[in-house]
Every structure is written in structure tokens, then in C-alpha cells.
């Protein structure tokens, strides 16, 4: 019988999506483990730290016993391999994400042969959500609630304060 399958779902989290929240519980009755690696996004500017982004996800996940979360920096691919993923999941919005992504897909190919993608697309619901359109409505005071759970919310708005 074959050993349950380690998928890792990548991602800055800043801050956590109900469409990130889609597509972690759908690998999550797909694959035996799903870690969900918080990049430490040192390329980036983000509203939230990185012990911030974490404790929103294991907030969100809490309940479920086969999701993980971990940081990583540096490759995803490296992150992959020394978890012992098979698997490395992403969502796709639209044909522009796509694009890009197909791109990621076939560059962590070469580099990990043994660690496959697999795209998602998220409900209808959750397919114009990005967390760079939540962060600017929260920052210009609009309303963010429909967009992420109540535990990100809450911390949304303290921040935007």
C-alpha cells in the first residue's frame, strides 16, 4: 500500500485568503499532509511579520489534524524535498497566474524531478481574492470581512489603525 503523500502549499500569506483557505482544505482531503510553508518573503514588504502570518494560519487550520504550518526562506524546492513532499499544490486564478505559474512549475521540475505540481482553482466565490487587493482596501479603510476569516480580520484592522 502507498505511503500517504506530502504536498506542500507555498505562499507569503499576507494576509491569509478565504481562497488560500479554499484551496488548503481541498489538499487537505487530497493528500495525507499538507504543509503550508509561510515564505519568510525576504524580497518583500509585507504589513505582516513573519510570526504574525504564521499565527494567522495555525489559527485558521487549527482544527485540521493533517495540515502543518512551517516558514521556510530560500528555495520551495529545497523546503520540498527536505519534508519529503511528493507533491507541491498552487492555486490559479485566472490565465495570467497561469502563465506564471506553469512557468514555476517547470523551473521546480528540472530542479526536483520528484516533487510534482498540482494547480487548483479556487470556488467562484474566492476567484478574484488576492491578499495584495485585501491589504490595499483594509489600508484605505474599505471593507475586508467577505475577503478573510474573522481571526485575519480582527488583525487587519489593528493594523490599519
Known amino acids: 500500500m502507498p ?13 491569509i485568503t478565504l481562497g488560500h483557505q479554499d484551496l488548503i482544505r481541498r489538499a487537505s482531503r487530497m493528500f495525507g499532509t499538507v504543509i503550508v510553508a509561510v515564505a519568510v518573503a525576504h524580497h518583500k514588504k509585507t504589513m505582516f511579520s513573519l510570526e504574525e502570518r504564521l499565527e494567522m494560519v495555525r489559527e485558521v487550520f487549527q482544527p485540521l489534524d493533517n495540515v502543518r504550518v512551517e516558514s521556510f526562506t530560500g528555495l520551495v524546492r529545497d523546503f520540498a524535498v527536505a519534508h519529503g513532499a511528493r507533491a507541491m499544490v498552487r492555486g490559479v486564478r485566472s490565465v495570467t497566474d497561469f502563465d506564471y505559474e506553469a512557468q514555476l512549475a517547470g523551473m521546480n521540475k528540472a530542479l526536483a524531478p520528484d516533487v510534482d505540481t498540482v494547480f487548483l482553482t479556487p470556488d467562484s466565490r474566492f476567484q478574484f481574492i488576492s491578499s495584495t487587493l485585501v491589504r490595499e482596501i483594509a489600508s484605505l479603510k474599505g471593507e475586508v470581512a467577505q475577503f478573510v476569516a474573522p481571526v485575519v480580520h480582527t488583525r487587519l484592522l489593528a493594523k490599519v489603525a
Open 3 to 15: 505511503q500517504p503523500v506530502i504536498a506542500v502549499f507555498p505562499g507569503t500569506f499576507d494576509p
